[in-house]
Each structure stands twice: as C-alpha cells, then as structure tokens.
C-alpha cells in the first residue's frame, strides 16, 4: 500500500478510535465514580480520569494495523513498555495502589525498553560498555518521563500540546530514525490520538458530556514514545 496512504490511515485510525471508544469508557467511569474535581468553566460536566485507556487502544490499534510484520516487530519493547505502563497508570487513575508505584513502573518499563531492543537497535554511545551505554539509555528514559510527567500535572493542556508538536516533529524528520518508515507511523499514531482526544475535549463541552482526563495512564503513554523517538534519533546523531 502506498505510504501517503498508511500515514493517513495510522493518524485517522488513533483519531477516531478516541471517539469510538471514550463514550464507552465514560460510562464505566461514572458507573465506578472514576471522575475528578470539575473544571471551573464547566462545573457541572464529569471530569472523568482514565482518558488515556482511548489513547492506548487508537495507538496500538493503529500500529497493528498499520506498521508492517518486521517494522511492527520492532516496536515490540515499546509495546512492551507501554502495556507496562498502562496498567500501572490505570491502577494509579483508580485509586487502587500507591503513589510510589508510577516511579517503580518509570524504571521497569525504561529497563523493558533498552534491554529488550538491544540486539535490534545501535548502541547510544559508540565504544562504551554494553552494559554502561544501557544504563545511560535508561537514565535517559526515566528522566524524561519523571520530567514530562510532573510539568504535566501542573501544565497539563501546555504539555498535550506541546507533545503534538513534538510527534508532528517526528513525523518531519520521519527518514532519521527507526529505520524509515516505522517511526512515522508511530508519531502519526500518537498525534492522531492526542489530536483525538484534544477535539473530543471540545465536542464534548458544547456537547456537554462527560469531558475525558489524561491522568497518568495517558501521561505515561505520551512520555514513554516521546522518550522512544528522542532516543532514536539521538542515536542517530551521535553515531
């Protein structure tokens, strides 16, 4: 299939999953009472908290469907991650464990991350140690995260979007890293669902239904790509 083609289809497909599946998952959150604080503007909408499981699935289901078997197969340790991720982020966006876990769940999936894509990706720092080159790509992971992670709890409308323009970035310089074509789909996957969740946001104040929050499953999923690409293409700079 034609590349313009599957990069429309990998944007359009995370976009309308948003659509498609949170007025789903707004219902299992009001029956379970998963809402925040409302907004000032709109005291009387839901502020629901698990707007990022909308994201997951578009993201996900874009790359599955999109990405071919061998470029699929590279994103394994991301997915990996992500899935890692998710779970830790829907149990925080549920109340159901410990404020501690999302930093134990940072170092576990940064660790999935590196480790598990060694033999297919090129080493961060040409002539270091394996092992000292992995640790400075996970410190790398980590720190990102854990900043991206707490500038949005404070700005949480400034980072959305200021991670599309960085996967919008991505998308520009697609021929740099992951080997082609791959690494546009994935950017194209995040900034479909971030644009996704971003207009719903809006369809649904005029609407006014239940509005969607990113908690930390959403923050999570955005860091950890973003993370993924800003690794890759340092990769690609110093080597």
């Given at each position: 299939m034609n590349e313009l083609v599957l990069a429309g289809l990998s944007f359009g497909i995370a976009f309308v999953s948003v659509f498609l599946v949170q007025p789903s998952v707004a219902q299992v959150g009001l029956a379970k009472n998963?809402?925040?604080?409302?907004?000032?503007?709109f005291p009387k909408l839901p502020l629901l908290t698990m707007g990022g499981v909308s994201m997951f699935i578009g993201i996900n289901l874009s790359l599955a469907l999109c990405s071919s078997g061998k470029g699929f197969g590279s994103l394994h340790p991301l997915i990996a991650?992500?899935?890692?991720l998710f779970f830790s982020g829907l149990l925080l966006d549920t109340n159901m464990t410990f404020r501690y876990i999302r930093q134990l769940a940072k170092l576990l999936a940064a660790a999935v991350l590196v480790l598990h894509a060694r033999g297919t990706q090129g080493i961060l720092i040409p002539g270091l140690h394996a092992t000292l080159d992995a640790l400075i790509q996970i410190t790398f992971v980590v720190a990102f995260m854990y900043v991206f992670h707490e500038l949005a709890l404070y700005?949480?409308?400034?980072?959305?979007?200021?991670?599309?323009?960085?996967?919008?970035?991505?998308?520009?310089?697609k021929g740099f890293?992951?080997?082609?074509?791959?690494?546009?789909?994935l950017a194209l996957a995040l900034s479909g669902s971030l644009s996704g969740i971003l207009i719903y946001s809006r369809y649904a104040r005029y609407k006014k239904k239940p509005l969607p929050l990113i908690g930390h499953t959403g923050i999570f999923l955005i860091a950890i790509i973003l993370a993924y690409l800003w690794l890759k293409l340092l990769a690609f700079w110093i080597n």
């Amino acid at each position: 299939m034609n590349e313009l083609v599957l990069a429309g289809l990998s944007f359009g497909i995370a976009f309308v999953s948003v659509f498609l599946v949170q007025p789903s998952v707004a219902q299992v959150g009001l029956a379970k009472n998963l809402t925040a604080a409302p907004e000032k503007n709109f005291p009387k909408l839901p502020l629901l908290t698990m707007g990022g499981v909308s994201m997951f699935i578009g993201i996900n289901l874009s790359l599955a469907l999109c990405s071919s078997g061998k470029g699929f197969g590279s994103l394994h340790p991301l997915i990996a991650a992500m899935v890692i991720l998710f779970f830790s982020g829907l149990l925080l966006d549920t109340n159901m464990t410990f404020r501690y876990i999302r930093q134990l769940a940072k170092l576990l999936a940064a660790a999935v991350l590196v480790l598990h894509a060694r033999g297919t990706q090129g080493i961060l720092i040409p002539g270091l140690h394996a092992t000292l080159d992995a640790l400075i790509q996970i410190t790398f992971v980590v720190a990102f995260m854990y900043v991206f992670h707490e500038l949005a709890l404070y700005r949480k409308m400034t980072m959305l979007l200021l991670a599309l323009v960085h996967a919008l970035f991505f998308v520009l310089i697609k021929g740099f890293t992951l080997a082609a074509f791959t690494g546009m789909l994935l950017a194209l996957a995040l900034s479909g669902s971030l644009s996704g969740i971003l207009i719903y946001s809006r369809y649904a104040r005029y609407k006014k239904k239940p509005l969607p929050l990113i908690g930390h499953t959403g923050i999570f999923l955005i860091a950890i790509i973003l993370a993924y690409l800003w690794l890759k293409l340092l990769a690609f700079w110093i080597n």
